[in-house]
């Protein structure tokens, strides 16, 4: 597609309930990102994604947190166990390669924990 | 700790004039900085970068300075317009250390008014 695409838009989850976030990256965007926003604050580093492998995953803040790629394409972000301080809009950025140029950023998941 | 930070949470400016954002940061190892743009329900845009060689880079009416002595960079857009008004947050890369990872500020509103 023409941008990189985020599913759901919105999630509500009660605790303890396992999610999954899914982002589909810019075709051709070798590398990958995952970052959250919780109310107030900027952006928090998750993971970053070199083709499949994840060089960076430094950032996740708990083994509740997991992340994979497949195909060099589609990501997963897996919340385990998901607790009220999981609420944020997470988001997913591709670029076509690991420069730090500008990323091409989704419109996120707002997920909320009830 | 907040290596990236934005002391103003909201600017408010009229059409026409100059908005200035500000960001500091801590880390003498960042070496790239990145200026993006957040409209409501919509992921960030990039804006405007520059590199730890230069100390302004310039692109239509923004314009982004650089200090490095003083760790402060900001971002001048002129002249305003009320398409501007958007959350803007500055970001920061450690290439040689922490390769595509970018650390974020916490964002300030700017409201151009008509």
């Known amino acids: 597609g023409a941008g990189v695409s985020q599913s759901p838009s919105n999630k509500v989850t009660e605790k303890g309930k396992d999610v999954e976030l899914r982002c589909d990256p810019i075709?051709?965007?070798?590398?990958l990102y995952w970052y959250r926003q919780s109310l107030g604050q900027g952006l928090e580093f998750l993971i970053y994604?070199?083709?499949?492998?994840?060089?960076?995953k430094s950032g996740l803040p708990s083994d509740r947190f997991s992340a994979e790629r497949t195909g060099g394409s589609v990501s997963t972000l897996t919340i385990q166990r998901t607790q009220q301080e999981d609420s944020a809009v997470y988001l997913c950025?591709?670029?076509?390669?690991?420069?730090?140029?500008?990323?091409?950023f989704g419109s996120g998941t707002r997920l909320t924990v009830v | 700790d907040q290596q990236v930070k934005q002391n103003s949470p909201s600017l408010s400016v009229q059409e026409g004039r100059i908005s200035i954002l500000n960001c500091d940061y801590t880390?003498?190892?960042?070496?790239?900085f990145l200026w993006y743009k957040k409209y409501p329900a919509e992921g960030p845009t990039f804006l405007i970068s520059?590199?730890?060689?230069?100390d302004k880079n310039e692109d239509g009416r923004f314009t982004v300075f650089l200090n490095k002595s003083a760790k402060h960079l900001s971002l001048h857009i002129v002249p305003s317009q009320p398409g501007d008004s958007a959350v803007y947050f500055c970001?920061?890369?450690?290439?040689?250390?922490?390769?595509?990872?970018?650390?974020f500020g916490e964002g300030t509103q700017l409201t151009v008014n008509p």
């Open positions: 950025a591709s670029s076509l390669r690991p420069a730090n140029y500008g990323y091409t």
């Open positions: 075709s051709g965007h070798t590398a």
């Open positions: 994604f070199q083709g499949n492998s994840a060089p960076d």
């Open positions: 880390n003498s190892m960042f070496d790239y």
């Open positions: 520059i590199s730890s060689i230069k």
């Open positions: 970001a920061a890369s450690a290439r040689e250390t922490s390769g595509s990872r970018l650390t």
